[in-house]
């Protein structure tokens, strides 16, 4: 049976209770009473074997369906499904993930590991993921990894190995914001936005890397499309595959501006605003114009090695000795 949850409520697995739901039913609801908002935490939790299919479920949240302000520590949701929306969770309220796991889930329409909705309690929907992991997730349509309507922030995070037809990692709709800080987002699949689609939003990424993401048609690792824009700093985006734009897809949108950043691929923008110290290989299709930029600089030159582990909380990819991007980029505020 679904676990209700209506009031504040700590629950501890202790890293070693797994709730299977053997594909007949959602494992937790977080319900919100319309009186005040329910704030609940989940620790130590694998929750496995939820269905959001069916008339009572509404076809949402295999695992979970969060209505209020729910907190998920040293959690894993795996093997969960759903028919329309949110395979491992649907999140209508506020959601923090901490040192978690959402892999293998899939849905059949969008957000294969996680959907965060629009609207909710307060100022609208928030999904937060904290050194945690999104991956092997499915969407048939949109938003293999994570479909967003509402406000993202990711930080020293992976969303790997997921696939959907448009946007393999995420997909990211609606007018709010994508933020990703000392994120890793790599090896997804799609045929638009391998890495990311970014439709009608903001997408923000810091000290972040985009790597091996492939798209079938457009946008390897982001496909920004209609009144979106991008701001990369610190951030790297190397060895995406697309036919159009392997790096940077726009498509009727804003524009792009660029600080220490390193683009190995192909771009097709409409403008670019380059504040320096950025770089480009092998050609000259992001028109980087900005103080100490650099193009058409060949792989041998360039440098990157493989995408592993390096140090710190995600895989990067480490220029060898003799790179043109040791010491390139500059300090800024």
Not at 253 to 258: E, F, T
Not at 267 to 296: A, F, R, Y
């Amino acid at each position: 049976a679904v676990i209700w949850i209506g009031k504040d409520v700590i629950l501890d697995g202790r890293g070693d209770l797994t709730l299977d739901g053997s594909g007949t039913h959602r494992l937790f609801f977080v319900r919100e009473p319309h009186v005040a908002l329910i704030d609940a935490e989940l620790w130590g939790f694998t929750l496995t074997g939820g269905n959001g299919t069916g008339v009572v479920a509404g076809g949402i949240g295999g695992a979970i369906l969060n209505s209020g302000t729910l907190t998920l520590v040293d959690t894993t949701v795996s093997g969960n499904t759903a028919s329309q929306a949110g395979g491992g969770i649907f999140n209508g309220g506020s959601l923090t993930l901490r040192n978690c796991t959402v892999s293998n889930n899939q849905s059949f329409i969008q957000g294969g590991g996680i959907y965060n909705t629009l609207g909710g309690p307060e100022n609208g929907t928030l999904l937060q993921l904290i050194e945690s992991v999104v991956s092997g997730n499915a969407a048939t349509n949109e938003g293999g990894g994570v479909f967003s309507e509402g406000r993202v922030l990711v930080v020293d995070s992976m969303v790997s190995e997921n696939s959907a037809p448009q946007g393999g990692g995420f997909y990211q709709i609606g007018g709010d914001v994508l933020t990703l800080i000392r994120t890793t987002v790599s090896e997804n699949e799609a045929n638009e936005g391998g890495g990311i689609f970014n439709y009608q939003s903001d997408l923000i990424m810091r000290n972040s890397t985009l790597a091996a993401n492939v798209a079938q048609t457009t946008g390897g690792a982001i496909y920004n499309r209609t009144q979106s824009t991008l701001a990369l700093s610190n951030s790297t985006l190397s060895e995406d595959e697309s036919n159009t734009g392997s790096a940077i897809h726009f498509f009727e949108s804003g524009d792009a501006q660029l600080i220490n950043t390193i683009v190995e691929g192909e771009c097709n923008l409409p403008e670019m605003v380059s504040s320096g110290h950025c770089i480009e290989s092998p050609g000259d299709t992001c028109g980087l114009t900005g103080p100490n930029d650099q193009t058409s600089v060949t792989p041998t030159e360039l440098g990157l090695g493989s995408l592993r582990d390096n140090g710190g909380l995600t895989m990067t990819l480490l220029p060898a000795a003799g790179s043109v991007a040791i010491d390139s980029a500059t300090c800024f505020d």
